[in-house]
């Protein structure tokens, strides 16, 4: 089994850190800073950063991989169709790549960026899904449409539930509470934005989610639920009840929240 732990960046970035206790070797996904990455390996001597996996180009998640390259040699792994630092291998919907001798499945999901990809892990049930599906919420459109990433969602929701959801940010309270003034009944919700509350308090970090935990209690996902279809056209009553509608009404929503 690889082992994973989140090492924080900026103000609320995670750079996830898989490693292989076996062969002492390491890989990081969307490193925005190299420093968290660079003083993690100084403080384990004997261990390689071997890859170096990217999910799009957004400065956060890429601004630490050309020190990272230079320092380690590491093999950097990123979108085909977006500008990425330092790249060896172009990535497109459908291909595959070994890391740590696990085969990760490279799934397109556009909506915050046009060339955003995820990268999932069957055996291990393991998403690495940077700023497309967060916990509790998604990320913003600043390049695709509402439709896009409506799409792009529901591809990820699909996946076995079980699946470890690894987002890039520590957005979980805040997406939690707009959820809840969108679904206040849902009990599931209540629940897990209670937990996260206390979780936060203590300091703790509140991720992974899994696909299970977001089909039941994430207003994105849940654009097909006549309590969520209703709470949309509460704030745009001449929208349909269709599921990409429901979602672009939602994601305007929280833009304002």
Not at 75 to 99: F, S, Y
Not at 208 to 230: D, G, M, Q
Request: net charge negative.
């Amino acid at each position: 089994m690889i082992q994973i732990d989140a090492l924080p960046a900026f103000n609320d970035n995670y750079i996830w850190l898989l490693q292989d206790t076996d062969t002492r070797r390491c890989a990081v996904v969307d490193p925005g800073d190299a420093a968290p990455v660079l003083a993690w390996l100084e403080s384990h001597p004997g261990w390689t950063l071997s890859d170096i996996l990217i999910t799009h180009h957004h400065f956060d998640h890429v601004g630490g991989v050309e020190t990272l390259k230079h320092a380690t040699g590491a093999r950097v792994a990123g979108p085909a169709a977006e500008q990425i630092p330092a790249r060896d291998i172009d990535l497109n919907d459908n291909d595959t790549i070994e890391v740590l001798g696990l085969r990760f499945e490279v799934m397109a999901v556009p909506g915050h960026t046009l060339g955003h990809i995820a990268y999932y892990q069957a055996e291990q049930a393991l998403l690495f899904c940077g700023d497309t599906l967060f916990a509790g919420g998604c990320g913003r459109l600043f390049e695709g449409t509402p439709q896009q990433m409506h799409q792009s969602l529901s591809r990820l929701a699909n996946l076995p539930g079980e699946t470890a959801v690894y987002c890039t940010h520590e957005y979980t309270l805040s997406n939690l509470r707009f959820a809840h003034a969108v679904e206040p009944s849902n009990t599931r919700l209540n629940a897990r934005l209670a937990e996260v509350t206390r979780w936060r308090e203590d300091g703790r970090i509140s991720l992974p989610s899994t696909i299970e935990l977001e089909r039941a209690t994430n207003p994105f996902l849940r654009t097909a639920e006549p309590a969520v279809i209703a709470a949309s056209k509460g704030h745009d009553d001449r929208q349909s009840s269709e599921p990409s509608a429901v979602f672009a009404s939602l994601r305007a929503w929280k833009d304002r929240f």
